[in-house]
């Protein structure tokens, strides 16, 4: 069995919520790392049907493609996680784009006409507004529809607090501007924000790096490409750390 040391210095601390959460721990116990939860979201589905008039439907997030149940639209998804679960949800005409909303909103301008219908865009509460705004610069009529809600934690987990607080965490993943503030805050709270200072930040895209700017954490990272292959590649090898500690 490793050494105390030399499992702590395997913990990465997920904030994303479920059910994505439980994927990305997979992912990182795959991979040799240690996941401990903390969830800054809670995600609730909301009552949803599809409105008349649309030439398609476009998904931000695999939340979104969560919680719908399947109609009969062409979907538009920002990146391929978010096109894989709209297919299994049961969407049949499903393309993607290459991950981020710049990316949606130009392979949108390139597939789709104005005149052709309105875009139904499925977002959770508060999200895609710029998205939302970018779409009708470009002359689309877009009918912007809540899907789910994401309610902030009141806490975090006891587990990941007792991680912070024995200097564990190597690493804590940001897939959300939200997320990013939303953990700060419950870092914060519990009184634990000085261990940023020990911990590395990786965030899936620059926008969400720079949401991360309130706290001083030991290294900020952005993934290459905006997807959980791209987000795990910046962790490392947990064979390294291991035979390091």
Not at 24 to 42: E, H
Not at 153 to 160: E, H, Y
Request: with cysteine; proline share 8%; net charge positive.
């Amino acid at each position: 069995m490793p050494p105390k040391a030399a499992r702590a210095s395997r913990a990465i601390l997920i904030t994303r919520p479920e059910p994505g959460a439980a994927e990305t721990a997979r992912a990182l116990s795959a991979l040799g790392w240690r996941p401990v939860l903390a969830p800054a979201l809670t995600l609730a589905a909301l009552p949803f049907k599809p409105p008349s008039g649309c030439q398609a439907l476009v998904l931000t997030s695999r939340a979104a493609a969560r919680a719908l149940p399947p109609a009969a639209l062409p979907v538009i998804a920002v990146g391929e996680a978010t096109a894989a679960e709209a297919r299994a949800r049961g969407f049949t005409d499903v393309e993607a784009a290459a991950g981020d909303a710049a990316a949606l909103a130009a392979l949108i301008s390139a597939t789709r006409r104005p005149e052709a219908g309105a875009l139904c865009l499925a977002v959770g509460e508060g999200y895609a507004l710029d998205l939302a705004a970018a779409l009708r610069a470009k002359g689309f009529r877009v009918m912007r529809r809540v899907v789910y809600a994401a309610r902030p934690s009141a806490n975090l987990p006891g587990q990941a607090q007792q991680a912070l607080r024995d200097s564990g965490i190597h690493a804590a993943l940001f897939t959300s501007p939200r997320l990013a503030r939303e953990t700060i805050r419950l870092l914060r709270k519990a009184g634990l924000a000085p261990a940023a200072k020990r911990i590395i930040a990786i965030a899936l895209s620059p926008r969400i790096a720079a949401s991360l700017g309130a706290l001083p954490w030991a290294e900020i990272r952005t993934a290459a490409r905006p997807d959980q292959a791209a987000l795990l590649a910046c962790l490392g090898h947990a064979d390294v750390l291991g035979s390091a500690s």
